[in-house]
């Protein structure tokens, strides 16, 4: 059973930190590339940072370029979040999600494997 399964959402206050986490199982981790994408209530999901094909470089959403880092570690099929210097703005549901390839952009369509997402709730 193909699963991803985040972690790490929570609340926190503007200016604060958190790493999310996206744990893989069923399907082999380093063959696929994973993207981070977010959904704030009323709005489209978002891509935020997503890896194009293995080995490749990762995209960052303009509004959170130098804020956040996606990174992984294929020995625990993990791939992570972290979000420094959060803002209200960033209050959201965070997926993690996996494709074979990512098209630049990091669209949300075309994904196919996602999580159930994690709530991250950035107070004033």
């Known amino acids: 059973e193909v699963q991803l399964v985040e972690s790490g959402g929570g609340l926190v206050q503007a200016g604060g930190s958190l790493r999310l986490s996206c744990t893989a199982s069923?399907?082999?981790?380093?063959?696929?590339?994973f993207g981070w994408f977010r959904q704030a209530p009323g709005k489209e999901r978002e891509g935020v940072a997503c890896i194009s094909e293995v080995d490749g470089p990762t995209y960052y959403a303009d509004s959170v370029k130098g804020r956040f880092t996606s990174s992984s570690d294929n020995a625990k099929n993990t791939v992570y979040l972290q979000m420094n210097s959060l803002k209200p703005e960033d209050t959201a549901v965070y997926y993690c999600?996996?494709?074979?390839?990512?098209?630049?952009?990091?669209?949300?369509?075309?994904?196919?494997?996602w999580g159930e997402g994690t709530l991250v709730t950035v107070s004033s």
């Open positions: 999600a996996a494709a074979g390839f990512i098209a630049p952009g990091c669209p949300a369509s075309g994904m196919e494997y």
């Open positions: 069923g399907f082999m981790f380093e063959d696929y590339v």
